[in-house]
C-alpha cells in the first residue's frame, strides 16, 4: 500500500492526468506544461491536492493559477475548502511557476 509520500504509480498517473482535463484552454496548457515539470515527482499527497483543485470551476482555477485570486477569496464555500487544503496549496504553489512563465505564450 502506498503511502501519503511515495511516487504515484503509471496506472495513478494516467487517471491522474484525464481527472485534469479541463474546459478552457488555457487550463490545459498549464497543467499539460506542469505534467511535462513534475509527473516523475508527483506523490500520492500532491496528487490529493490536484485532485482537490479538479473540484473547482475552471474559472476559478484560472484565477488561481494566474494569481489573479488567492484560495480564501473564492466566491464558493465548497471551492474555498477544495483550495486551501494543505495538498492543494502545495500543488497551487507548483502549478503557478509554470503559469507565470506561460502567461505570454498563451493563445
Known sequence: MPTIDSLLDERAMSKLKWRCRRGLLENDL?????FARHDSTLTVRQAKGLNALMELSDND???LLLK????IELLEAASQAHASTPEALE???LLRPVANGSVA???
Open 30 to 34: 498549464l497543467i499539460e506544461k506542469f
Open 61 to 63: 482555477l484560472l484565477d
Open 68 to 71: 489573479r485570486k488567492e484560495p
Open 91 to 93: 500543488v497551487l504553489n
Open 105 to 107: 505564450t498563451l493563445p
